[in-house]
């Protein structure tokens, strides 16, 4: 069964910081007498379930053009459940302690912290990941392309400079691990198996992140 693994994105979507916003602004409308509905809509790149490319942090790192559309299709799929993490928790290669290596090419880590989406605290509380995560990921799955969570960003308010760190340790030029933030993996649990997915970024050239839409193949 497929399930969108991305979130909608809306007026209330949060953003990191506090920063940016998604808007809309009805420019036809067919209740207003006009021949069809339309809409015109701003927002930042760095929204809603959105991927991070090299670029973000390397000046002469890779863009959404530099990724053919087969880059986007993942076959081998690892779920990480850790559930309930509290806010301002360090996550480091401890939560891979129990993970074998395989040939995951995407590895989604679910921390249970989107149940606080809907609060100022999903973005000024995240929790905080280290840079070492990035080499554990390359060392377990040597496949792995992608890896996406439920946070609103690899990097939390309570450690700027970490959050740079581990933005760099991840997306490194030539052995880049592209990060999806603030995915919906709300209905991943410990028996739900993600078996493959589809991430399609908004086509905006040379951009350095994008909105996208995840579609997993999920059963259980």
């Not at 399930?3 to 940016?20: I, M, R, V």
């Not at 496949?143 to 760099?168: C, K, N, P, T, Y």
Request: overall charge negative; proline content about 5%.
């Amino acid at each position: 069964m497929q399930k969108y693994l991305s979130h909608f994105l809306e007026a209330a979507t949060p953003t990191y910081g506090g920063s940016g916003a998604f808007a809309e602004e009805i420019t036809r409308s067919l209740a207003a007498g006009d021949t069809c509905n339309a809409r015109a809509w701003s927002f930042p790149n760095h929204i809603g379930t959105h991927v991070d490319l090299p670029h973000h942090f390397f000046a002469d790192g890779g863009t959404l053009s530099d990724y053919s559309a087969d880059y986007w299709s993942f076959h081998d799929v690892f779920t990480v459940v850790l559930e309930d993490v509290r806010p301002g928790v360090v996550i480091g290669s401890d939560c891979l302690k129990d993970a074998r290596s395989s040939t995951a090419d995407l590895l989604l880590l679910k921390t249970g912290f989107g149940r606080l989406r809907g609060e100022r605290g999903y973005w000024q509380e995240s929790p905080i990941m280290l840079p070492e995560l990035a080499d554990s990921l390359r060392s377990r799955f040597p496949m792995v392309r992608a890896f996406g969570f439920d946070l609103i960003s690899v990097s939390s308010l309570r450690d700027r400079q970490l959050g740079r760190e581990a933005h760099r340790a991840f997306l490194r030029p030539g052995s880049e691990i592209l990060l999806i933030e603030d995915m919906d993996l709300s209905l991943l649990q410990s028996f739900t198996v993600v078996e493959s997915a589809q991430v399609a970024p908004l086509l905006v050239k040379s951009a350095d992140a994008a909105p996208c839409t995840v579609i997993g193949e999920v059963k259980g």
